[in-house]
């Protein structure tokens, strides 16, 4: 009755709803809401597989936020349904999806939203090559959190700032990356990249970790030395104007930014 009255109106400009087991409810309500702007959608059975399967989206050209913690497969058929207006993709589960599922999201991104401003997504070392076309494609890019289960490899880590400092347009400067503990010189190099390119704005990090240990143990001196030189490094790069805000805050998302 209420989902009836709802598509009846078909005025909703924005659903916030958790998916359960009633698919044929859900399907009606949400092929029918052709007005929303903000869609954000949960599942408490991030792998409900069954129900995500028969989810139906339909003619979403006016949808400008999506904020979801269920599937990516879903993801996929929200976005495929609409019209280059995304602004914001903020995607708060992906642990559990692989690589190729992973990668339809990625291209997914790079085919519908050119005009995205924010993202958040999970990602792995074997989608990178996906992700920088993304970078390419998507230059109003502005704000970019990515998230990983495994922290602990620097390679890794070493491979995703290779590609944001060659592939990141001019209006990428935002960063929340929990991606891996970044050796210091990792860090460094990335800085250097980024300063030496020419339209690049200050970088805005919330927060990026350091691995004082550099994978192996370190005396409490060692420690210590190391933790100072990465605040000098950060305090040099501010003072060239390389980076803007370091901002060390795990509370912090720069989603918080954008106005809808």
Request: hydrophobic share 35%; with cysteine; net charge positive.
């Amino acid at each position: 009755m209420i989902g009836n009255a709802i598509v009846e109106k078909n005025d909703l400009t924005y659903l916030n709803l958790t998916i359960e087991n009633n698919v044929s409810f859900y399907n009606n309500l949400l092929t029918n809401l052709t007005k929303l702007r903000k869609l954000v959608l949960y599942d408490s059975r991030y792998r409900n597989v069954t129900v995500h399967k028969q989810l139906k989206f339909d003619n979403y050209s006016q949808l400008q936020v999506l904020q979801i913690g269920i599937s990516f497969s879903v993801a996929v058929k929200i976005i495929q349904a609409t019209k280059n207006t995304i602004q914001v993709i903020w995607l708060d589960k992906g642990n559990q999806e692989s690589e190729e599922q992973i990668a339809l999201l990625i291209r997914s991104i790079t085919e519908h939203c050119r005009k995205l401003k924010y993202l958040k997504t999970y990602l792995k070392d074997e989608n990178l090559e996906d992700f920088k076309q993304l970078l390419l494609n998507c230059k109003y890019l502005e704000g970019l959190y990515i998230f990983r289960g495994s922290i602990y490899n620097d390679e890794d880590g070493k491979k995703l700032l290779d590609v944001l400092a060659d592939a990141a347009q001019d209006n990428l400067y935002k960063f929340q990356l929990h991606y891996c503990y970044f050796k210091i010189d990792t860090l460094n190099n990335f800085f250097k990249k980024w300063k030496g390119k020419k339209g690049r704005k200050p970088l805005y990090l919330y927060p990026i970790l350091a691995n004082y240990y550099e994978n192996r143990y370190l005396s409490r001196e060692e420690f210590n030395k190391n933790k100072k030189r990465f605040n000098e490094m950060i305090e040099s790069y501010k003072k060239d104007k390389t980076i803007k805000i370091f901002e060390n805050s795990k509370d912090f998302m720069f989603i918080n930014d954008f106005e809808f």
